[in-house]
């Protein structure tokens, strides 16, 4: 499981692994209706940061970190992930084929 730390007072810093994608994986296709707009947004702007230098907390696209790793950033002033580039990838990947469902509307390929 990833470990959550804070760093210069506002500056929370989520170190996750390959094995993290699991739970972010179940907490999307268990909440769908909640992240389909996240999902949508990370879809479009990550590949632009190269996927590994997303900067999820300007996007408001950490709604899913915040509910997979159970943290609160209200009163955060910055995320950041640090992880292997795999994991940005293979988080990319999976981000991906939830869009698929995204665009379709389908639900049902998603198990819920």
């Not at 989520?14 to 909640?34: G, H, P, Y």
């Not at 640090?82 to 379709?104: C, K, N």
Request: glycine share 4%; net charge negative.
């Amino acid at each position: 499981m990833a470990t959550i730390r804070m760093e210069n007072t506002r500056d929370l810093v989520v170190e996750a692994d390959l094995s993290d994608l699991q739970s972010f994986t179940n907490e999307a296709v268990k909440n769908f209706d909640i992240y389909k707009d996240e999902i949508a947004m990370i879809y479009e702007k990550m590949p632009k940061f190269e996927y590994k230098y997303f900067y999820f907390y300007a996007y408001s696209t950490y709604r899913l970190l915040e509910a997979t790793m159970n943290f609160d950033s209200s009163d955060v002033g910055h995320i950041r992930v640090s992880a292997p580039d795999e994991f940005f990838y293979a988080f990319y990947g999976m981000i991906a084929a939830l869009h698929t469902q995204v665009q379709t509307g389908d639900q049902q390929g998603l198990g819920a």
